[in-house]
Nanobody, 126 residues
């Protein structure tokens, strides 16, 4: 069984940067697509980014394209990072790390195979 733990959330000013990390443990995630979703109060869950098992392909939701960068390192402990630049108040949300053996999260689609972290809060002030 895969466990995911996020870190790096916090408070930033508009225009600033934050870096989120996700550490995977338990069963290997080397063959999983990993990614991030977010959810703000009163809003639907939103796809943020995903990265292929090799790290060679990345996918982004339209609101974050050009500002966020997702990467992963399968060596030793599998980790995935999300570098968030040019932050906006509308980026405020709980960010969830996900891992998906089926790979559908790369299209923003959530299926029963998706493993979720517990989330980390990101707050961007104007």
């Amino acid at each position: 069984q895969v466990q995911l733990v996020e870190s790096g959330g916090g408070l930033a000013q508009a225009g600033g940067s934050l870096r989120l990390s996700c550490a995977a443990s338990g069963r290997t995630v080397a063959n999983y697509v990993m990614g991030w979703f977010r959810q703000a109060p009163g809003r639907e869950r939103e796809f943020v980014a995903a990265v292929s098992w090799s790290g060679g392909s990345t996918y982004y939701g339209d609101p974050v394209k050009g500002r966020f960068t997702v990467s992963r390192d399968n060596a030793k402990t599998a980790t995935m990072d999300l570098q968030m630049n040019s932050l906006k108040p509308e980026d405020t949300a709980v960010y969830y790390c996900v891992a998906d053996e089926s790979g559908f999260i790369a299209t923003g689609r959530v299926t029963a195979s998706v493993v979720w972290g517990r989330g980390t809060q990101v707050t961007v002030s104007s």
